[in-house]
């Protein structure tokens, strides 16, 4: 299995900046993803993190508020750019290993002042 | 559009009873199916895989799968209040495309 570990865990920002979150892998995976989600909410899909092209975002997200890099087979950051109360969440990040299992790392809990 | 389904509880259950949760999928083309624990506060957490029909039985845990039917199902055994969480099914329609349900709350009474 994978270990996903994520950083920071939590953050307050102030509403205009901007909060980039690490996703570290313990193992190279094929997959990796970026999530939301509301408490007591289902999981919203950001986009897949393409290592070393761009980021394929869902419908409603778009590269200029979330950029997403993904250096190599093990490593992505998101950018929560530009914030808003709105943006308040649980950012996850997910990973999908060579028999297409999916893990979570433990979430970073984001709150916008 | 391709979707995945789960009645979203709560599901209420006394200590001790089996707690089965159901899980409908639309694409009838997916191959793997997951069952994901979540707390409150918490990530997902992976519980249970299956890929073939029938049954497959971890500990308390069993997933049932008819592909058929487009039906996958995961029984807890001798529930426990350690088991009240949200429980999430995945399917993982071809493509690389993994669809989540949901989820269902699950609360087991003590």
Known sequence: SAVISQKPSRDICQRGTSLTIQCQVDSQVTMM???RQQPGQSLTLIATANQGSEAT????????KFPISRPNLTFSTLTVSNMSPEDSSIYLCSARDWVETQYFGPGTRLLVL | QKEVEQNSGPLSVPEGAIAS???TYSDRVSQSFFWYRQYSGKSPELIMSIYSNGDKEDGRFTAQLNKASQYVS???RDSQPSDS???LCAVNQGN???RFGAGT???VKP
């Open chain 2, 21 to 23: 949760l159901n899980c």
């Open chain 2, 105 to 107: 709350r699950l609360t």
């Open chain 2, 74 to 76: 995961l029984l807890i």
């Open chain 2, 96 to 98: 690389n495309d993994m």
């Open chain 2, 85 to 87: 969480a949200t429980y």
């Open chain 1, 57 to 64: 975002y869902e419908s409603g997200f778009v590269i200029d």
């Open chain 1, 33 to 35: 993803f970026w999530y």
